[in-house]
């Protein structure tokens, strides 16, 4: 899902063919980018032990945080934009929405033990994976074999992520997936 809504906002920022829309009191589409882009550092979990962190603690943090970025969004008047530039705004609204949609219904990292998969061995037929997929993941098929030095270093750095993740799977499923 990630990887669709990265790719959906580049291309409306792409079909742009005017400059943005602007005004005087920061509200215009440069304020679309900026919230953009203090919401995927926001969505993006902090570590934990190595891992990205899918604590009910780190949950309940975020989840009290979601207002404050959805009235930032509500209080852009986006009425007088392209087309492009509007559908930019509702895709940043439908990622919120999301978001909001996985903390008090699916909750991936309460429920479902495949949130925590981390090796990825081929490409998936979609843009992303299907189904919830977590912060670490790591696209085996993406890697040129044998690998080279550079290669080594980073594939080793994201597979040191795999016992601190599975770590925290054994505390955070405590879900009913039934």
Do not use: C
Not at 55 to 60: E, K, L, N, W
Not at 124 to 144: I, K
């Amino acid at each position: 899902m990630r990887i669709r809504f990265i790719l959906a906002l580049f291309v409306g920022l792409s079909m742009t063919v005017h400059s943005p829309a602007k005004s005087i009191d920061g509200k215009g589409y440069d304020a679309l980018l900026t919230l953009f882009s203090d919401w995927r550092a926001f969505e993006q979990p902090p570590m934990r032990a190595g891992a990205p962190d899918y604590s009910a603690q780190r949950f309940a943090t975020a989840y009290a945080e979601l207002p404050n970025y959805q009235k930032r969004l509500q209080a852009i008047d986006h009425s007088a934009w392209s087309p492009a530039q509007q559908v930019d705004w509702a895709l940043v609204e439908a990622e919120m929405h999301g978001f909001d949609f996985n903390h008090r219904v699916l909750k991936p990292w309460v429920r479902d033990p495949a949130f925590y998969q981390t090796l990825f061995m081929q490409q998936s037929d979609v843009p992303a994976h299907e189904g919830p997929t977590n912060h670490a993941a790591l696209e085996v098929w993406q890697y040129a074999f044998p690998l080279n030095a550079d290669a080594q270093g980073k594939m080793a750095s994201e597979l040191s992520v795999i016992a601190p993740l599975f770590a925290q799977a054994r505390e955070n499923l405590t879900g009913n997936a039934r």
